[in-house]
Nanobody, 118 residues
Framework: QVQLVESGGGLVQAGGSLRLSCVAS????????MGWYRQAPGKQRELVAT??????????NYADSVKGRFAISTDNAKNTVYLQMNNLKPEDTAVYYC?????????WGQGTLVTVSS
């Protein structure tokens, strides 16, 4: 069973930074892809950033709205996936969810709330 625990959310002013962490219950080397999604009030959940393993290490993908501001990274030794968020904007306010794909199934964390004030 896969368990994911996110942390690092909070209240920040526009232009500030936060780093989200997602700790997995086992080795993240098992997962074919890892990513962050977010859901703002009244909106559908959307992709923020993903890392997909490949023959040459892997590839990242970002939503256009966060390119150049957010960065996804992993620490295999700590079984952790990070999302570094810089130059935050009020429209980044949402609950952020960690997601991993393992043996064809997707797993979600409980989410962490990010609030950006103007």
């Amino acid at each position: 069973q896969v368990q994911l625990v996110e942390s690092g959310g909070g209240l920040v002013q526009a232009g500030g930074s936060l780093r989200l962490s997602c700790v997995a219950s086992g080795s993240i080397l098992r997962y074919s892809s890892m990513g962050w999604y977010r859901q703002a009030p009244g909106k559908q959940r959307e992709l923020v950033a993903t890392f997909t393993r490949g023959a040459r290490g892997g590839s990242t993908n970002y939503a256009d709205s966060v390119k150049g501001r957010f960065a996804i990274s992993t620490d295999n030794a700590k079984n952790t996936v990070y999302l570094q968020m810089n130059n935050l904007k009020p429209e980044d306010t949402a609950v952020y969810y960690c997601n991993v794909k393992f043996l064809g199934s997707g797993y979600w964390g409980q989410g962490t709330l990010v609030t950006v004030s103007s």
